[in-house]
């Protein structure tokens, strides 16, 4: 007789994963279907940072903190190394010190310091040149993204008893069964979290969602031997990407200062956010580009527009550049997370910005509670 579980999960990215783990947890028998050999989509490309500070306070910021007890917590388990903890965002701008200050002192800024220039250059000797001040966040997590998914994998299987059917298409759900390249698979319940792929499952249902791609172009540069970053590292590009910046002071005023002076880096969606490996390499993100289709090929441009923003921040150039790539995630220009209830069984979750990884964990918990109930 065919297995029967209690929840499928379509895609084994971390939106997946983080949909097993909280059936798991709540005592139910899982499988996640995969099409691919292993998790290959944006999942293991992204840079890897479990952000906090930036969401704008309400349900995301809630939702991040949460991700991070979990993300803390399933490291711990897994055996998932945590590169380095913390976020400084740099102000090369009067303008961006005034907004990263407001942010420090807001409800969504809890746990946030802001330092001034003399105080920002005695506790960061790593960032050079004319700074405003330092915006430093404690909680950010960052992790090796495409280590850690296969690690998060192995760990549910092993310790959760979820089953994997990898190499594994799914072309159909319906309530009790999902169709796939091998075979009808009986589940109660399924819970599709198929990423940037809003095309295949609920296509239909999804269109009203303002779901387009959206893709990043990222690096991985070697620097000097000894090189330690204080955490993560963003700068005055990457405030304006941050939702919780959205209404601050300094923001509209950045905004229109970057626009004179930094016009190419705004064109190609440049915004600097460098992380550091535990074998000293930084991975360096990057660009955004929004499209239906976004394009393939990657371009000197962009390269060079990314490393110039570097440079300006880290008063280095890298060493080498080991390697380029780039990521697509879904994006929705009405919420981070688009979720959908095609029946009492089904439910399709796409997490759609930037952060999506970031709050993954704790959108999984709401999600297995509203299939079977308050306690999961
Ligand atoms: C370059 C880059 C950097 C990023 N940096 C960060 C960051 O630092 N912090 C952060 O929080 N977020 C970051 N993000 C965003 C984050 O990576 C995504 O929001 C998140 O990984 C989405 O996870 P997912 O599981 O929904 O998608 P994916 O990881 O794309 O997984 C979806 C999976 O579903 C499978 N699938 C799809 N359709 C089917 C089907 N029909 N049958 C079977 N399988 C199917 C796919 O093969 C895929 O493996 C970044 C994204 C990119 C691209």
Request: hydrophobic share 45%; charged share 25%; proline share 4%.
């Amino acid at each position: 007789m065919a297995e029967s579980y209690d929840l499928a999960v379509v895609g084994a990215g971390v939106v997946g994963l983080a949909h097993a783990l909280a059936a798991a947890r709540s005592g139910r028998r899982v499988v996640v279907i995969e099409r691919d050999p292993r998790a290959n989509g944006a999942s293991i490309r992204m840079t890897g940072l479990v952000t906090v500070a930036g969401h704008a306070s309400g349900a995301m910021w809630r939702r991040a903190r949460r991700s991070r007890e979990i993300w803390a917590d399933v490291c711990a388990q897994a055996g998932v190394r945590i590169e380095h903890e913390g976020l400084a965002i740099v102000a090369r701008r009067p303008e961006a010190a005034i907004a990263l200050d407001a942010f420090a002192a807001s409800e969504a800024g809890e746990g946030c310091s802001f330092y001034q220039p003399d105080d920002a250059h005695a506790l960061f000797p790593q960032f050079k040149g004319d700074i405003a001040g330092v915006f430093w966040s404690p909680d950010e997590l960052r992790v090796e993204a495409k280590s850690a998914l296969a690690k998060i994998a192995a760990w549910l299987e092993d310790a959760h008893d979820v089953a994997f059917k990898w190499e594994t298409a799914v072309s159909g759900v319906a309530d009790g069964e999902v169709t796939t390249s091998r075979g009808p698979v009986s589940a109660a319940a399924t819970v599709v979290c198929a990423g940037d792929d809003f095309r295949t499952l609920f296509a239909d249902r999804l269109t009203g969602a303002g779901l387009t791609k959206a893709k990043s172009s990222m690096l991985r540069v070697r620097v000097e031997d000894g090189y330690e970053l204080p955490g993560a590292v963003a700068s005055d590009l990457t405030i304006l990407r941050l939702p919780g910046f959205e209404e601050l002071d300094g923001v509209e005023a950045l905004r229109a200062r970057l626009e004179q002076e930094q016009p190419e880096h705004l064109r190609h969606g440049v915004a600097l956010l460098v992380a550091q490996s535990s074998d000293g390499s930084l991975v360096v993100s990057g660009s955004r580009e929004l499209s239906a289709c976004p394009d393939p090929f990657e371009t000197q441009v962009v390269e060079d527009l990314i490393l110039e923003e570097f440079a300006a921040v880290l008063g280095r150039k890298p060493k080498q550049v080991v390697s380029r790539w780039a990521g697509a995630y879904a994006y929705s220009t009405e919420r981070p997370v688009v979720t959908d209830a095609p029946s009492d069984r089904v439910r399709v979750v796409v997490a759609a910005s930037p952060a999506g990884a970031s709050s993954a964990f704790a959108v999984a918990e709401e999600t297995i509670a509203g299939l079977f109930g308050k306690g999961g």
